[in-house]
Structure formats: structure tokens, C-alpha cells
């Protein structure tokens, strides 16, 4: 699979744009805000070198975290001493022995990397971890650039319907319309 290629040499020769080292804000409000989760369990899907997995053990959670590149998880594990990291494909998680109920998953842009014909898969994974009413954070890129892929808001509601509710739409960044989403469990099950 190209992207699955792509990544493994990103993180080979250190170009990683996308990993700054430092939570993002809209994780902090979720974590630390006025009305912030209480400590539970958590699930970074695609969760790289580990960041927002040091940050969220930091906080009380237990924390899985998932990234299909094993150089990524190599350093997540010296970055996050604690958390249950894992080589995997988040699309098979109960493959490798993640099984819910999670109050906290957490997308940094992992739906918004993988082809089309897998993002139903990664629904129904995130769907079958989820505790019910539990919360969703997921970052997408809304606007294609050069060779890349995105999840607009239409597909994000549309994809995750009867197993999730989308309950808050915040625009991120220009570039690339970029999104956050915060979407809760429903009791329904996957269609």
C-alpha cells in the first residue's frame, strides 16, 4: 500500500510534519477544559511517536495507542513509558487484542490517511471500542493538496452515522480546511 510505504519511509528519514511534539489545543480543552472528561480509558489510532500518548498518562489516562509503523511505536514506547502501544492496523483491532470500552479516542489525521476502501472498517473498529456516549476527537484535512487524501465534513457525518454523532464541527487551520470533530457513541449499532 503506497501510504502505509510513504509513512514507513517518513518516519525513516525524520520528515514528519505532522508530529510537532506537542499536544494539540483541542485535545488540552478535552483533558484539561471547562468540561473536560474525567480520566478513563483512551485510544490514540494512529498514534505515531507517542505524543499526545505522554500527554494524555500525564493526565490520569490509560492509554492504548496504535500506529501501523514500528519505527513510530519504537519511539512512543520511550516517549510514553506506561501506555500499551501496538503495531497494528486500526482497522483490525481486535486482531491484535484492543477490545473497548474506550471513553476517549483520539484521530490526529489517521481516518483522513487511509484509502476509501478501508474507512468503513475504521468505523466499525472505532464503533465496537467505544463506550457508549463515549467521545471521538478526530482531526481531518477537508481539502485535497498534491497526492494527499481528505475526509470532508459531508463524509465524516455520512460515515459515522448510526454509530456516532457528530456534536461539534470546529475549523482548524486554513490549510487544507483543516477540521476538528468531536463526535459521541450512540447506543445504535453499526449499519
Same mark, same amino acid.
Given at each position: 500500500?503506497?501510504?502505509?510505504?510513504?509513512?514507513?519511509?517518513?518516519?525513516?528519514?525524520?520528515?514528519?510534519?505532522?508530529?510537532?511534539?506537542?499536544?494539540?489545543? #483541542?485535545?488540552?480543552?478535552?483533558?484539561?477544559?471547562?468540561?473536560?472528561?474525567?480520566?478513563?480509558?483512551?485510544?490514540?489510532?494512529?498514534?505515531?511517536?507517542?505524543?499526545?500518548?505522554?500527554?494524555?498518562?500525564?493526565?490520569?489516562?490509560?492509554?492504548?495507542?496504535?500506529?501501523?509503523?514500528?519505527?513510530?511505536?519504537?519511539?512512543?514506547?520511550?516517549?510514553?513509558?506506561?501506555?500499551?502501544?501496538?503495531?497494528?492496523?486500526?482497522?483490525?483491532?481486535?486482531?491484535?487484542?484492543?477490545?473497548?470500552?474506550?471513553?476517549?479516542?483520539?484521530?490526529?489525521?489517521?481516518?483522513?490517511?487511509?484509502?476509501?476502501?478501508?474507512?468503513?472498517?475504521?468505523?466499525?473498529?472505532?464503533?465496537?471500542?467505544?463506550?457508549?456516549?463515549?467521545?471521538?476527537?478526530?482531526?481531518?484535512?477537508?481539502?485535497?493538496?498534491?497526492?494527499?487524501?481528505?475526509?470532508?465534513?459531508? #463524509?465524516?457525518? #455520512?460515515?459515522?452515522?448510526?454509530?456516532? #454523532?457528530?456534536?461539534?464541527?470546529?475549523?482548524?487551520?486554513?490549510?487544507?480546511?483543516?477540521?476538528?470533530?468531536?463526535?459521541?457513541?450512540?447506543?445504535?449499532?453499526?449499519?
Amino acid at each position: 500500500m503506497a501510504s502505509r510505504l510513504f509513512f514507513e519511509l517518513a518516519y525513516l528519514f525524520g520528515f514528519k510534519p505532522w508530529d510537532s511534539g506537542v499536544s494539540p489545543p #483541542e485535545l488540552v480543552e478535552v483533558v484539561e477544559g471547562p468540561a473536560a472528561l474525567a480520566p478513563g480509558r483512551a485510544l490514540d489510532l494512529g498514534c505515531g511517536t507517542g505524543t499526545n500518548c505522554a500527554y494524555l498518562l500525564s493526565h490520569g489516562w490509560e492509554v492504548t495507542g496504535v500506529d501501523f509503523v514500528p519505527r513510530a511505536i519504537n519511539t512512543a514506547r520511550r516517549r510514553a513509558p506506561g501506555a500499551r502501544l501496538l503495531v497494528g492496523d486500526v482497522t483490525r483491532l481486535g486482531d491484535f487484542g484492543v477490545d473497548g470500552p474506550f471513553d476517549l479516542l483520539l484521530d490526529l489525521g489517521c481516518f483522513h490517511s487511509m484509502p476509501d476502501e478501508r474507512r468503513d472498517a475504521y468505523v466499525a473498529e472505532a464503533a465496537r471500542v467505544a463506550r457508549p456516549a463515549g467521545t471521538l476527537l478526530l482531526f481531518a484535512f477537508g481539502e485535497k493538496g498534491p497526492g494527499t487524501p481528505v475526509a470532508p465534513e459531508a #463524509e465524516i457525518r #455520512e460515515r459515522f452515522k448510526g454509530s456516532f #454523532e457528530v456534536v461539534e464541527v470546529r475549523p482548524g487551520a486554513a490549510f487544507r480546511k483543516q477540521t476538528w470533530y468531536r463526535l459521541i457513541r450512540t447506543d445504535q449499532t453499526t449499519p
